[in-house]
């Protein structure tokens, strides 16, 4: 039961740098969501894609791009990455927007 | 180990009692809402959920009760054990998933 799986786990990269986030799900949902959690914020939430093909900003989307590839997979790219941008990164889906979220076990990305 | 949740409030309770998480929310149009936990260094985990039209839901131990009135939600943990130690969160969801601060759950032996 893979669930929702996210890679890499652990990231650095020096400003300026770019990459992307990837996260695939197994579980034939419709809605994907990319969130960031910093210490003492809770988790804000960046995109979410409501079905395959479409996309929307979230609370904190400046500075990042998505990509709804197919079904499973939901990526989230920074272009030139930012010291603020430090913080994990969590990837969930759910059936439909209004039901119980999976998460992934999230990425840790750190900005020198 | 995962330094999230460090500034969080934090309650306390002696292993055996009963605990109350407590959440405002911010949306009237919300319709759903979730209540997660998150344990050090994994993603949060759903625990119960409760649509608009109810005002108590209970399950296994953990008991979500909503005041749409005022815009609160409160989670109930029956016979807290020392795996509940976790930081709980809860979600609104009108469009998209909307989290709340957190609060971490501290078990006293």
């Known amino acids: 039961n893979a669930g929702v799986t996210q890679t890499p786990k652990f990231q650095v990269l020096k400003t300026g740098q770019s990459m992307t986030l990837q996260c695939a799900q197994d579980m034939n949902h419709n809605s994907m969501y990319w969130y960031r959690q910093d210490p003492g914020m809770g988790l804000r939430l960046i995109y979410y894609?409501?079905?395959?093909?479409?996309?929307d900003k979230g609370e904190v989307p400046n500075g990042y791009n998505v990509s709804r590839l197919n079904k499973r997979e939901f990526s989230l790219r920074l272009e030139s990455a930012a010291p603020s941008q430090t913080s994990v990164y969590f990837c969930a889906s759910s059936d439909a927007m209004n039901t119980e979220a999976f998460f992934g076990q999230g990425t840790r990305l750190t900005v020198v | 180990g995962e330094s999230v949740g460090l500034h969080l409030p934090t309650l306390s309770v002696q292993e055996g009692d009963n605990s109350i998480i407590n959440c405002a929310y911010s949306?009237?149009?919300?319709?759903?809402f979730i209540w997660y936990k998150q344990e050090s260094g994994k993603g949060p985990q759903f625990i119960i959920d409760i649509r608009s039209n109810m005002d108590k839901r209970q399950g296994q131990r953990v008991t979500v009760l909503l005041n749409k009135t005022v815009k609160h939600l409160s989670l109930q943990i029956a016979a807290t054990q020392p795996g509940d130690s976790a930081v709980y969160f809860c979600?609104?969801?009108?469009?998209?998933?909307?989290f709340g601060k957190g609060t971490r759950l501290h078990i006293l032996p």
């Open positions: 894609s409501a079905s395959e093909g479409t996309t």
């Open positions: 979600a609104e969801t009108d469009d998209k998933i909307i």
């Open positions: 949306n009237s149009a919300s319709d759903y």
